[in-house]
């Protein structure tokens, strides 16, 4: 680590600088913050969906992964990743509301954004997120979510599987979570494992979220457990919930299901069922 960056960045805790793919010159801006071990590359199908003429579209790759800085020395929590996304948007020049757009661990950050900013935020859409409740309320989410942390924790402990191919399994999470690492990236992808996924806030921080929420989930999505979320956030009036036909990533389908979302064209509201009163 240079002199420059224990000064600015560890001492002052100035964010670093973000990579990030631009693209249109639309009124309406929306920042599209990918997940863990991705870059912002992999939102380059619903990029091309969305109008230039209508959307300012931001997509930067997260502190430690892509073409930003990959510094080995933060504790990579979401209030880091946070920071750098606010201080990219400032430099950009952004002014007014805009609408975050986050998958997996990129609905962590989002989700921490609109509760820290609720004025800057308009909207908010999480397409799979890993939200892990630890409250004894919801004994089967509890469970599931141990089995989940329990194969973190092995990847998170086995750095030398993510290169040397040698695991079964560790071929099978990369696949499941859409993993393209180098080995620059490992202390960056670690740390945010640990302490942003596993550490989460968002849990607690959507049962209070004033922003309009989007929550879509990949009915085929093996990575995040959606057991008792719905009953956890039905107090929330804020909160929509939708389910797309797709797994764990960004795939075309699932490209056009958030673009259609995003311009508003699509009616996918999770109905309540009441009963009817009877005829009198």
Request: glycine share 6%; net charge positive.
């Amino acid at each position: 680590m240079n002199i420059r960056d224990t000064i600015w960045h560890k001492w002052l805790r100035r964010p670093y600088k973000l990579a990030a793919i631009q693209a249109g010159q639309g009124q309406k801006t929306v920042v599209l913050l990918h997940g863990v071990g991705a870059s912002g590359a992999v939102w380059q199908s619903l990029i091309a969906q969305l109008d230039p003429k209508e959307w300012r579209v931001i997509a930067p790759d997260l502190l430690g992964f892509g073409e930003s800085p990959k510094p080995q020395w933060p504790d990579y929590a979401v209030l880091t990743h946070a920071n750098a996304v606010v201080a990219l948007l400032k430099r950009l020049g952004v002014k007014g509301q805009v609408t975050i757009l986050g998958h997996s661990m990129g609905t962590l950050i989002a989700t921490h954004i609109a509760a820290t900013y609720p004025k800057r935020v308009k909207r908010l859409v999480l397409y799979e997120p890993p939200l892990y409740a630890d409250d004894p309320e919801f004994r089967a989410h509890m469970r599931r979510r141990e089995y989940y942390f329990a194969l973190y924790e092995f990847i998170a402990g086995h750095p030398q599987l993510a290169f040397t191919q040698a695991q079964r399994l560790w071929r099978i999470a990369k696949r499941l979570l859409g993993l393209h690492l180098s080995e620059e990236e490992w202390t960056p992808f670690e740390r945010s494992l640990r302490n942003t996924i596993m550490r989460q806030t968002a849990y607690s921080e959507l049962h209070n979220i004033h922003v309009p929420t989007d929550i879509v989930h990949g009915r085929f999505d093996l990575v995040v457990t959606r057991k008792d979320l719905r009953r956890m956030y039905k107090q929330n009036h804020k909160i929509t919930w939708h389910t797309v036909s797709d797994f764990h990533g960004i795939s075309a389908r699932s490209a056009r299901y958030l673009a259609a979302l995003l311009n508003g064209r699509r009616a996918v509201r999770h109905k309540r069922h009441t009963k009817k009163e009877p005829p009198k």
